[in-house]
Protein backbone atom coordinates (compact mmCIF):
# COMPACT_ATOMS: atom_id res chain seq x y z
CA UNK A 1 0.00 0.00 0.00
CA UNK A 2 0.95 3.56 -0.47
CA UNK A 3 1.59 5.88 2.61
CA UNK A 4 2.40 9.17 0.77
CA UNK A 5 1.73 10.26 -3.10
CA UNK A 6 3.01 13.26 -4.84
CA UNK A 7 1.74 14.07 -8.37
CA UNK A 8 2.93 17.48 -10.13
CA UNK A 9 3.58 18.92 -6.72
CA UNK A 10 5.35 21.91 -6.90
CA UNK A 11 5.69 24.66 -4.42
CA UNK A 12 6.64 28.60 -4.68
CA UNK A 13 8.10 31.37 -2.12
CA UNK A 14 7.19 34.38 -4.31
CA UNK A 15 9.50 33.88 -7.63
CA UNK A 16 11.79 30.84 -5.78
CA UNK A 17 10.55 27.34 -6.49
CA UNK A 18 11.28 24.96 -3.50
CA UNK A 19 9.88 22.31 -5.19
CA UNK A 20 9.28 21.66 -8.99
CA UNK A 21 6.55 18.77 -10.29
CA UNK A 22 7.55 16.27 -8.08
CA UNK A 23 5.53 12.91 -8.82
CA UNK A 24 6.46 10.44 -5.64
CA UNK A 25 5.21 6.96 -4.53
CA UNK A 26 6.10 5.84 -0.68
CA UNK A 27 5.37 2.22 0.17
CA UNK A 28 4.95 1.11 3.40
CA UNK A 29 7.05 -0.55 5.56
CA UNK A 30 9.77 0.85 4.53
CA UNK A 31 12.65 3.09 6.33
CA UNK A 32 13.65 6.15 2.63
CA UNK A 33 16.09 8.54 2.54
CA UNK A 34 15.35 12.04 1.88
CA UNK A 35 18.43 13.65 0.76
CA UNK A 36 20.50 17.13 -0.75
CA UNK A 37 22.52 20.00 -0.35
CA UNK A 38 20.97 22.73 1.47
CA UNK A 39 18.06 24.19 -0.59
CA UNK A 40 17.13 21.35 -2.35
CA UNK A 41 13.45 21.35 -1.13
CA UNK A 42 13.63 18.31 1.70
CA UNK A 43 12.36 20.60 4.69
CA UNK A 44 9.64 22.12 1.82
CA UNK A 45 8.61 18.22 1.19
CA UNK A 46 8.56 17.50 4.93
CA UNK A 47 6.25 20.50 5.65
CA UNK A 48 3.83 19.87 2.72
CA UNK A 49 3.37 16.04 4.03
CA UNK A 50 2.61 17.32 7.34
CA UNK A 51 0.28 20.02 6.13
CA UNK A 52 2.45 23.15 7.65
CA UNK A 53 2.31 24.33 3.63
CA UNK A 54 0.41 24.03 1.09
CA UNK A 55 1.18 23.28 -2.59
CA UNK A 56 1.61 25.76 -5.72
CA UNK A 57 0.39 23.04 -7.78
CA UNK A 58 0.11 19.39 -7.84
CA UNK A 59 -1.04 17.15 -4.92
CA UNK A 60 0.03 15.31 -2.22
CA UNK A 61 -2.12 12.67 -0.10
CA UNK A 62 -1.25 10.41 2.61
CA UNK A 63 -2.89 7.16 2.93
CA UNK A 64 -5.30 8.58 0.00
CA UNK A 65 -6.42 11.47 1.89
CA UNK A 66 -5.41 15.40 0.87
CA UNK A 67 -3.45 16.78 4.34
CA UNK A 68 -6.22 17.72 6.67
CA UNK A 69 -7.49 17.01 10.18
CA UNK A 70 -8.07 13.49 8.91
CA UNK A 71 -4.19 13.19 8.49
CA UNK A 72 -3.26 14.79 11.39
CA UNK A 73 -3.83 11.46 12.56
CA UNK A 74 -2.03 9.57 10.10
CA UNK A 75 1.34 11.90 10.49
CA UNK A 76 4.22 12.19 13.14
CA UNK A 77 6.13 14.88 12.83
CA UNK A 78 9.50 15.71 14.47
CA UNK A 79 10.37 18.98 13.22
CA UNK A 80 14.82 19.92 13.00
CA UNK A 81 14.78 22.04 16.08
CA UNK A 82 13.43 21.65 19.39
CA UNK A 83 9.56 22.93 19.22
CA UNK A 84 8.15 21.78 23.06
CA UNK A 85 7.75 24.29 25.41
CA UNK A 86 10.84 24.52 27.50
CA UNK A 87 9.36 25.30 30.98
CA UNK A 88 7.23 21.61 30.57
CA UNK A 89 8.77 18.41 31.61
CA UNK A 90 9.03 15.14 30.54
CA UNK A 91 5.24 14.32 32.72
CA UNK A 92 3.68 17.24 31.09
CA UNK A 93 4.55 17.20 27.71
CA UNK A 94 3.35 13.04 27.35
CA UNK A 95 0.08 14.11 28.53
CA UNK A 96 -0.02 17.04 26.11
CA UNK A 97 0.90 14.63 23.69
CA UNK A 98 -2.11 12.16 25.02
CA UNK A 99 -4.69 15.06 24.39
CA UNK A 100 -3.23 15.90 20.43
CA UNK A 101 -2.94 12.55 19.52
CA UNK A 102 -5.40 9.67 20.12
CA UNK A 103 -2.74 7.07 19.01
CA UNK A 104 0.09 8.30 21.45
CA UNK A 105 1.09 4.98 23.38
CA UNK A 106 1.77 6.40 26.57
CA UNK A 107 3.68 3.00 27.76
CA UNK A 108 5.78 2.61 24.82
CA UNK A 109 6.69 6.40 25.98
CA UNK A 110 7.53 5.47 29.40
CA UNK A 111 9.43 2.26 28.25
CA UNK A 112 11.54 4.42 26.11
CA UNK A 113 12.38 7.09 28.65
CA UNK A 114 12.90 4.68 31.66
CA UNK A 115 15.78 2.85 29.51
CA UNK A 116 17.60 6.23 29.42
CA UNK A 117 16.87 6.65 33.30
CA UNK A 118 15.16 10.43 31.89
CA UNK A 119 13.63 12.25 34.75
CA UNK A 120 10.04 12.42 34.02
CA UNK A 121 10.10 15.86 36.63
CA UNK A 122 12.76 17.78 35.06
CA UNK A 123 11.84 20.58 32.20
CA UNK A 124 13.13 20.62 28.77
CA UNK A 125 15.49 23.93 29.75
CA UNK A 126 17.50 22.19 32.39
CA UNK A 127 17.85 19.19 29.68
CA UNK A 128 20.97 18.85 27.85
CA UNK A 129 20.63 18.79 23.73
CA UNK A 130 20.90 15.28 23.75
CA UNK A 131 18.30 14.34 25.90
CA UNK A 132 15.90 16.88 24.47
CA UNK A 133 16.76 15.04 21.14
CA UNK A 134 15.80 11.91 22.80
CA UNK A 135 12.82 13.17 24.23
CA UNK A 136 11.76 14.68 21.24
CA UNK A 137 12.42 11.48 19.34
CA UNK A 138 10.57 9.45 21.61
CA UNK A 139 7.22 11.45 21.30
CA UNK A 140 7.00 11.41 18.10
CA UNK A 141 8.21 7.47 17.66
CA UNK A 142 5.75 6.46 20.13
CA UNK A 143 2.83 7.26 18.19
CA UNK A 144 1.22 4.64 16.49
CA UNK A 145 1.25 6.88 13.19
CA UNK A 146 0.95 5.74 9.23
CA UNK A 147 3.95 7.85 8.30
CA UNK A 148 6.80 9.19 10.11
CA UNK A 149 8.85 12.48 8.92
CA UNK A 150 11.34 13.15 10.48
CA UNK A 151 14.12 16.21 9.80
CA UNK A 152 17.53 15.73 10.66
CA UNK A 153 16.87 13.68 13.38
CA UNK A 154 20.71 13.25 14.13
CA UNK A 155 22.08 16.82 13.73
CA UNK A 156 24.51 17.89 16.25
CA UNK A 157 23.95 15.10 18.46
CA UNK A 158 27.04 12.71 20.01
CA UNK A 159 27.61 9.59 18.56
CA UNK A 160 26.14 7.49 20.92
CA UNK A 161 23.07 9.78 20.91
CA UNK A 162 23.30 9.26 17.02
CA UNK A 163 22.97 5.47 17.59
CA UNK A 164 20.30 5.67 20.15
CA UNK A 165 18.37 7.41 17.71
CA UNK A 166 18.62 5.16 14.96
CA UNK A 167 18.07 2.49 17.01
CA UNK A 168 14.93 4.12 18.38
CA UNK A 169 13.46 4.75 14.96
CA UNK A 170 14.17 0.86 13.67
CA UNK A 171 12.72 -0.51 16.57
CA UNK A 172 9.40 2.15 16.69
CA UNK A 173 7.66 1.95 13.54
CA UNK A 174 5.37 -0.91 12.15
CA UNK A 175 5.50 -2.94 9.57
CA UNK A 176 2.43 -1.06 7.51
CA UNK A 177 4.19 2.63 8.59
CA UNK A 178 6.43 4.34 6.61
CA UNK A 179 9.42 6.77 7.88
CA UNK A 180 11.07 9.32 6.12
CA UNK A 181 14.09 10.96 7.35
CA UNK A 182 15.49 13.66 5.89
CA UNK A 183 19.53 14.44 6.38
CA UNK A 184 22.64 15.35 5.35
CA UNK A 185 24.28 13.22 7.25
CA UNK A 186 24.21 10.54 5.03
CA UNK A 187 26.83 8.08 6.04
CA UNK A 188 25.52 7.79 9.23
CA UNK A 189 22.47 6.53 8.70
CA UNK A 190 22.53 4.60 5.64
CA UNK A 191 22.84 1.42 7.30
CA UNK A 192 18.94 1.74 8.20
CA UNK A 193 17.46 2.53 4.75
CA UNK A 194 15.54 0.54 2.64
CA UNK A 195 15.53 3.46 -0.11
CA UNK A 196 16.86 6.41 -1.12
CA UNK A 197 15.60 10.02 -2.68
CA UNK A 198 17.81 12.46 -4.06
CA UNK A 199 16.63 16.02 -4.02
CA UNK A 200 18.26 18.68 -5.95
CA UNK A 201 17.23 21.77 -6.99
CA UNK A 202 13.42 21.22 -5.73
CA UNK A 203 13.62 18.18 -8.26
CA UNK A 204 13.93 14.42 -7.84
CA UNK A 205 17.24 13.19 -9.15
CA UNK A 206 16.84 9.85 -8.22
CA UNK A 207 14.52 7.63 -6.41
CA UNK A 208 16.37 4.13 -5.81
CA UNK A 209 16.25 1.10 -3.46
CA UNK A 210 19.38 1.65 -1.20
CA UNK A 211 20.85 -2.21 -2.10
CA UNK A 212 20.37 -1.47 -6.05
CA UNK A 213 21.86 1.83 -6.26
CA UNK A 214 24.73 -0.10 -4.04
CA UNK A 215 24.91 -2.91 -6.49
CA UNK A 216 25.18 -0.61 -9.59
CA UNK A 217 27.13 2.31 -8.57
CA UNK A 218 30.00 -0.04 -6.70
CA UNK A 219 29.81 3.00 -4.27
CA UNK A 220 28.22 3.66 -0.81
CA UNK A 221 24.80 5.62 -0.68
CA UNK A 222 27.27 8.37 0.85
CA UNK A 223 29.83 8.02 -2.15
CA UNK A 224 27.41 8.34 -4.86
CA UNK A 225 25.91 11.42 -3.07
CA UNK A 226 29.58 12.73 -3.46
CA UNK A 227 30.21 12.54 -6.56
CA UNK A 228 26.66 13.80 -7.86
CA UNK A 229 27.01 16.78 -5.85
CA UNK A 230 30.64 17.53 -6.43
CA UNK A 231 31.35 21.32 -6.35
Known sequence: METMVCEGLSKNYGKKTALDNINLRLEEGRIIGLVGPNGSGKTTLIKLASRLLVPSA???TICGEQPSEVTKALVSYLPD????PEWMNTEQLMTMYGDFFADFDRDKALKMLDS???DLTMPM???SKGTKDKVQLILTMARNAKLYLLDEPIAGVDPATRDYILDTIINNYSEDATVLISTHLISDVESVL????FL???EIFLHRNSDELRAETGMSIDEYFREVFRC
Open 81 to 84: RNYL
Open 116 to 118: LNI
Open 125 to 127: KKM
Open 194 to 197: DEVI
Open 200 to 202: KQG
Open 58 to 60: GSI
